[in-house]
């Protein structure tokens, strides 16, 4: 049966499927596992840590934010060794490193060998192997299907959502021990295999970005060699990034958003547990707040193909701040679900665009690279959120100050990033409508 009658043509390369969906697959995979049990799982295990080592939320909240700090110093490094030796090895070794932590977690007995473990393996190996290869992997692939690549790719977080749940059961069953066993062993029978799916670029390859067919691919022993062509795409080296207005202005509105991110992820399920609702049903909320976001992964992804990317950006931004302000003055159940689709879109939308603004504005060239690096200035918003959230809670005994200040961050987010237009080397006329 010939592949065209049974795939759209979209996903297809002449008569083969484009082996960059194979890589997108392979990413939203690890994604939604590294998300489920990292991003969003750590949540579940928040309020029983804080129990077992009886310590207070802003000190439990400052492992979390000092991660974030350590990803974001770790981010240009990451960055630059996907770059050199590509995302196969990077994934490899940092997925090998997370599952050991999360194996090691489950045998800590004091707050500080937590830390220890959090921060030199499980946040390490999630820093190197899934959050930079895993989004710099697709973007290396697709040029005029980015978003949409970069959409499917990031889905994985929400797919993600449908772990968390089962976290909860599991804690509730077991105990948050053995779930952070299970958890290493999910992350290593899942994460290894599909390592070795990555590729760096697909010119390496004798192929094309976005599938298209060459004129002309040369083989040497059945191997596809190198090709090199002319595309309309920017190509900034990471000094040259460094040096534009944009660069600066984009990692400042990045890092607001990202405040009500690193808070929101942390603390939700505290918070929907200290208004009366169960654990379990907590955890079951985040899951749905994360499948949510699926939604806002694909429809903003497909959003940033069509129109200005900075427009797009900015939406999600404005609809992520919309939840947590809903989020703030939530007092009974019925309010939760008003929350999950606003802020679950906003949220699922913005990590996609986040990406697809980037290549965009700076092209693929050096992508790992200023990533990296912009993670690195950005950072302060997932620093400062989980650890100012946890701060606020233990000095009030609620949450409504901080998310309130959250919100009006993401205000200023939203209105500074529809102004920031793309570097003057863009090429691209998309974004300059």
Excluded at 253 to 275: E, K, N, T, Y
Aim: proline content about 4%.
């Amino acid at each position: 049966m010939n592949t065209s009658t049974i795939i759209p043509s979209f996903f297809l390369s002449g008569d083969r499927i484009y082996y960059g969906w194979w890589i997108v697959l392979s990413c939203m995979l690890v994604l939604s596992v590294g998300a489920g049990c990292y991003w969003l799982g750590f949540g579940v295990f928040f309020l029983p840590l804080a129990a077992e080592f009886a310590t207070s939320r802003t000190k439990l909240s400052l492992a979390v934010s000092i991660a974030q700090m350590e990803g974001g110093l770790l981010g240009p490094i990451d960055g630059y060794l996907v770059d050199r030796f590509g995302p196969r090895k990077m994934m490899f070794i940092g997925i090998a490193i997370m599952g050991l932590g999360f194996l090691w977690m489950s045998q800590v007995q004091t707050l500080f060998m937590f830390y220890v473990v959090y921060l030199a393996l499980i946040s390490f190996g999630m820093s190197l192997g899934i959050r930079v290869p895993a989004l710099v992997a697709p973007t290396n692939w697709f040029l005029r299907k980015r978003g949409v690549a970069l959409g499917l790719t990031a889905s994985g977080v929400g797919l993600g959502g449908i772990i968390v749940p089962i976290l909860g059961w599991l804690i509730v069953t077991f105990d948050w021990r053995t779930t952070s066993a299970i958890v290493g062993v999910l992350i290593w029978v899942v994460g290894l295999p599909l390592s070795g799916v990555m590729r760096h670029k697909p010119e390496q390859y004798g192929l094309l970005p976005d599938g298209a067919i060459p004129e002309e691919t040369k083989f040497n022993n059945h191997e596809a060699s190198e090709i090199h062509f002319s595309i309309d795409e920017p190509d900034f080296t990471m000094r040259q990034a460094f040096m534009t207005p944009a660069f600066w202005f984009l990692s400042i509105v990045f890092g607001l958003r990202q405040l009500i991110i690193g808070a929101v992820g942390l603390h939700q399920v505290p918070f929907i547990v200290d208004i009366g609702i169960r654990s379990e049903i907590a955890a079951t909320v985040l899951g749905m707040t994360a499948i949510t976001s699926i939604i806002g992964r694909l429809g903003f992804g497909w959003m940033a193909d069509k129109l200005p990317t900075r427009y797009v950006m900015a939406l999600s931004i404005a609809c992520a701040t919309l939840g947590i302000f809903i989020l703030a003055n939530s007092t009974l159940w019925w309010h939760l679900p008003f929350f999950v689709v606003t802020y679950g879109i906003g949220w699922g939308g913005g990590a996609t665009v986040m990406s697809v603004v980037r290549a965009d504005y700076f092209g693929r060239k050096a992508f790992g690279t200023i990533s990296g690096m912009m993670d690195a200035v950005q950072m302060f918003g997932l620093v400062l959120g989980p650890v100012f959230a946890g701060w606020v809670f233990d000095q009030y005994n609620s949450y409504f100050l901080a998310f309130m200040l959250f919100t009006a961050a993401g205000i200023v987010s939203t209105l500074l990033m529809v102004l920031i237009r793309p570097p003057l080397q863009q090429i691209s006329t998309k974004d300059n409508q």
